[in-house]
């Protein structure tokens, strides 16, 4: 859990400042579930300056209460969370210097977002958090009040997590767990995953990734890994102490984000994806008559690749049903191999390409459309589709046929991947991840929302 906030004070000497304001938004690292504001009488006078900066004054915090009467509210709503602000070590100095004058040590871990944000986007200009929202399309109102502040540094801080594709923000706040039995711990871990899409983070005592996985439905697919007594499932039982999750909103963002996490961590105990699954690949070449051709082997080059499959089966199945929908000639598209025509021209189901009784020029027209449909050649798009939550969306940007990324924005998305470069969070352009997108791209076909990219 985290308290993520954000407090406005009188300004003035070092630890004799008041605080005039404090936001709490309690999250469980997906949606805020608690949150706590008010105004602070600070008993003491708030600086010009101040005033002019946030518009709060002395008259404003006259009936306020004082920050005795609203402690207590504030011990219970950040009790067993990490605090998050932008700029922590100001914010969490304040809580402390005002506690300590009632007399009680404040202790809780925190994190701060300027210094997250810079290791995270280390080419921005400028982590002031009013700069920062800007450049990266965060809604903020209420500028240097505390609940617009808090709740902006809410949303940076979901867009962190989201970049923090290692998983370093959450290994590094996992606590040693005491071992308990098998059953209880199990029941205990999986009780408060949800029934949504996205994809999930098995963590042994050490904090290490031990296993990812994605699902439509987190809590029932990790139910499974529990009760399953495969040998793997049972280690993954004796060994995971912890689980996070980030929801995706839809399908398409969570097998390429699973293909990627699984790349780049390496768990020891996801074997399928650590490398190319999908080892068949389609490829065209035009040959000495002009005729487009199509062939299947094993993918070893990217150049003149449509796309990838799994298994040789599954290619020529593919293959033969595309063949009937573009009105290919099967030997050309790689599925026969004889000196004569083909046996579908024989049948009347074959215009005779592979004699030359239709034009290259005419055939060509059917093979270009079937490549455009099933290729990304060098086209430039966005998917857009359903984000995490009904107010905002997912977005998917491929630049020139490359896999460059996905966001979620509640805002009307950018077109411009200029603009849209910083809010993306990358994911590897490898053939897995390409054939994601085109199996996705042809199961779901006119459903799909794709705009083009600037």
Request: with cysteine; net charge positive; charged share 30%.
């Amino acid at each position: 859990m985290y308290a993520i906030l954000d407090i406005e004070s009188t300004g003035g000497k070092y630890n004799e400042e008041g605080i005039t304001e404090i936001a709490i938004y309690k999250h469980d690292g997906h949606e805020i579930v608690d949150q706590f504001i008010s105004l602070v009488n600070p008993e003491r006078k708030i600086q010009s300056f101040v005033v002019g900066l946030t518009g709060i004054n002395n008259e404003m915090l006259r009936n306020a209460p004082k920050f005795y009467e609203i402690a207590k509210r504030i011990i219970e709503i950040t009790e067993d969370c990490v605090i998050v602000a932008h700029n922590a070590k100001f914010d969490f100095r304040m809580l402390e210097l005002e506690f300590d004058r009632l007399g009680y040590q404040f202790e809780r871990k925190s994190l701060c977002t300027i210094k997250l944000t810079e290791w995270l986007l280390p080419d921005l200009k400028s982590y002031s958090l009013g700069k920062l929202v800007k450049a990266l399309g965060i809604p903020i109102t209420n500028r240097h009040r505390a609940s617009g502040d808090a709740l902006a540094t809410v949303k940076l801080f979901e867009l962190l997590l989201e970049k923090d594709q290692n998983k370093k923000i959450v290994s590094s706040l996992i606590n040693t767990h005491k071992k308990t039995k098998k059953t209880k711990k199990l029941i205990k871990l999986s009780d408060n995953l949800p029934n949504k899409t996205g994809v999930y983070y098995f963590y042994n005592d050490e904090g290490e990734i031990i296993y990812i996985g994605k699902s439509k439905n987190i809590k029932k697919r990790v139910q499974q890994h529990f009760t399953n007594q495969n040998h793997k499932s049972r280690k993954i039982q004796e060994e995971v102490t912890s689980i996070s999750f980030d929801l995706t909103g839809n399908e398409l963002v969570a097998l390429l984000k699973e293909n990627h996490s699984i790349k780049s961590l390496k768990p020891k105990y996801n074997k399928a994806l650590k490398k190319d699954i999908f080892n068949y690949g389609l490829y065209q070449f035009t040959d000495h008559k002009a005729y487009i051709n199509f062939s299947i082997h094993k993918s070893t080059k990217q150049k003149d690749l449509i796309t990838t499959f799994v298994n040789l089966q599954q290619a020529k199945k593919f293959m033969a049903t595309q063949v009937e929908a573009f009105q290919l000639c099967p030997k050309l598209s790689g599925l026969e191999q004889t000196n004569g025509p083909c046996f579908s021209y024989g049948i009347k189901k074959c215009e005779g390409a592979c004699i030359e009784k239709i034009s290259a020029e005419n055939y060509n027209r059917n093979a270009s459309s079937f490549i455009k449909k099933f290729s990304l050649e060098k086209n430039s798009f966005i998917i857009v589709d359903r984000g995490k939550n009904p107010n905002e969306k997912s977005i998917i940007v491929v630049k020139k046929g490359e896999l460059m990324g996905y966001a979620f924005t509640q805002l009307n998305h950018q077109k411009s991947f200029k603009i849209l470069k910083e809010l993306l969070t990358p994911l590897k352009s490898d053939r897995d991840a390409k054939h994601i997108l085109q199996a996705y791209l042809r199961k779901k076909g006119k459903h799909v929302k794709i705009e083009p990219l600037e």
